[in-house]
């Protein structure tokens, strides 16, 4: 369900304003606590306070879920988080500043183990956490919390693409080289390929 998205008719990306746009589906993508893969081609306009990118916990640790969103551990700074929550919750965050007004490609990778996090097709961040076999609290959504709460993303997307396995570093890398969110080696996706 579109929300006040506004979609370029000539480069086919998605605009969120950071007020009120947001994409809810009709599913809650409960695999993706266990085994799973997430890309899209980022342009945040102002990523340092803690903009949610996808989320189907209310960014909220007291919920079953997870979230990948920025994180602002210094002033105007953004880094990524990607956290699982549920009956163990744990997050990984990304040591670089992701960059404002500039497309860059993110992944997330799990596989039940492990989770790790890709820009621009190379692995900038990894860490063990604890599958959560709870079903999501909420639908999922794109650009803001589940269920409404705060942290609006500001900012473009593109080419999303969702897999219910861990993409290996090689795929992660035919995605970013492609320049698109084009399918990879894999038949087990929930979206292969399509603009937010």
Known sequence: TNSA????????????????????????????QQAGSFSVWLKPVNAHNNDIIFDNSD???????????????????????????GSTDGSIITDEIWSENEWQHLVTTYDGTTAKIYRNGTEVKSGALTANSNAATYNARFGWAANGNDNKYDGLMDDVGIWNVALSADQVSALYNSGTGKTVNTTNAWIERGSA
Do not use: C, H
């Not at 640790?61 to 990948?68: L, R």
């Open 5 to 32: 998205i506004t979609l370029n008719n000539v480069k086919d990306y998605a605009v969120f304003d950071g007020s009120n746009d947001y994409i809810t589906f009709g599913t809650k993508f409960d695999q993706m």
């Open 59 to 85: 960014a909220s640790s007291a919920n079953n879920g997870f979230t990948i969103r920025f994180e602002d551990p210094v002033s105007n700074k953004a880094v990524l988080k990607y956290g699982i929550w």
